[in-house]
C-alpha cells in the first residue's frame, strides 16, 4: 500500500554540541511539523537556528537523536544521498551566488542534484531543465532579470534569484535561513510574501528563521522559540504573544518590536 507521509519534520531528543564547545548547540529538541506547513524560528544570536536548519538540511554531524525529514531518517555521521538532498532547498542569509554569472545560469544551478556536476559542466541539460527554470524565474516573479549579471542586481533582486535558485531544485522542504535580513522594511515583508505564496503554489514545507517577531507572526503557521540551544516555545502563530518575545530576546532591548506584536 502506498501511504503519504505526512509529516514533513519529525525531532525527536535531539541534541549537538559543535566539536570543543561546552555549551551545547541543540539540547532536547522534539517537535514534528506537518507537510504544507510555514514555520518560523525565532531567536537571539547564538540560539541555534542555523544549527537546527543545517540538521534539517542534512549538513549537520555528530547529533543524538532521531531526526525524519520528508519521510527519510537522517544519520548523525553520514550526509544523505543526492536524491534525497535535491528534496531540500535551502536559501542561505548571504544568498551565495555567481556574482558574474546570469540569473538564468544561477537557477539553472539549483537542478544540479537532478543533471549532476558533470552533465552541468559540459553543459549538458535537458528540456526538464530549462522548464524547471522557466518556472522558478517565473514564480520568483524575475523573469525580466533573467539575463542580467547578478553582479548587477540590488539586494533585494539578489534574493529572488537565490529563491529561484531553490525552486528550479523543486523541493519538497523549502529551508531559509534569515531569508530577509539583508533587506528593507518593504522588501523583507515582499519576499516572505512570496515565499509563503509560492509555498502554496508549490504544496511545499516552509522553515525560515527571523528576528522580526511581527513578520513571522504575519507570514507562519507556526513559531518555536529557541533560547541557548533549547526550545523555549512552540505556538500557533495567532497565540504568539509579546511576552513569549521577551522570553527568548529578554525585556528591555527589544522593547519597540515586542509592542509592534501586541496590536
Ligand atoms: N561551526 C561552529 N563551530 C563551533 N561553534 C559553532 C559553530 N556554529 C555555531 N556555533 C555555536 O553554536 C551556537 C548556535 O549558533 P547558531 O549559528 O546556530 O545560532 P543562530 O541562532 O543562528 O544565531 P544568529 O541569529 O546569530 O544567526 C552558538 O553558540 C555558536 O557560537
Ligand atoms: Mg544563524
Redesign the pocket.
Known amino acids: 500500500m502506498n501511504t503519504i507521509v505526512r509529516t514533513a519534520i519529525s525531532l525527536a531528543d535531539v541534541n549537538h554540541h559543535?566539536p570543543g564547545?561546552i555549551?551545547p548547540?541543540l539540547t532536547g529538541f522534539d517537535f514534528s511539523v506537518e507537510r504544507g506547513a510555514t514555520i518560523a524560528l525565532i531567536?537571539p544570536?547564538?540560539?541555534?537556528?542555523?544549527?537546527l536548519l543545517a540538521l534539517l538540511d542534512g549538513r549537520l554531524r555528530n547529533w543524538n537523536g532521531a531526526v525524519s525529514v520528508l519521510g527519510n531518517s537522517l544519520d548523525a555521521h553520514t550526509a544523505p544521498s543526492r536524491t534525497d538532498r535535491a528534496k531540500t532547498g535551502f536559501i542561505f542569509q548571504e544568498f551565495a551566488l555567481v556574482e558574474r554569472a546570469s540569473v538564468a545560469r544561477n537557477v539553472m544551478n539549483g537542478r544540479l542534484g537532478h543533471t549532476g556536476p558533470v552533465a552541468s559542466l559540459f553543459g549538458r541539460f535537458s528540456q526538464l531543465d530549462y522548464d524547471a527554470v522557466d518556472e522558478a524565474i517565473e514564480d520568483a516573479g524575475i523573469a525580466e532579470l533573467a539575463d542580467k549579471r547578478v553582479d548587477s542586481l540590488s539586494g533585494g533582486q539578489r534574493q529572488r534569484v537565490a529563491i529561484a535558485r531553490c525552486l528550479a531544485q523543486e523541493p519538497e522542504l523549502l529551508l531559509a535561513d534569515?531569508p530577509i535580513s539583508n533587506l528593507d522594511p518593504l522588501s523583507a515583508e515582499k519576499t516572505l510574501k512570496l515565499l509563503t505564496q509560492i509555498r502554496q503554489k508549490r504544496d511545499m514545507t516552509l522553515v525560515f528563521s527571523s528576528h522580526q517577531p511581527d513578520l513571522a507572526k504575519r507570514f507562519a503557521d507556526r513559531i518555536i522559540g529557541i533560547r541557548a540551544?533549547a526550545m523555549a516555545f512552540d505556538t500557533c502563530a495567532s497565540d504568539f504573544t509579546a511576552e513569549m518575545y521577551q522570553d527568548v530576546y529578554g525585556t528591555e532591548a527589544v522593547a519597540d518590536n515586542a509592542l509592534r506584536l501586541v496590536g
Open positions: 559543535y564547545v555549551q548547540s531567536g544570536s547564538g540560539a541555534g537556528k542555523s544549527t534569515e540551544g
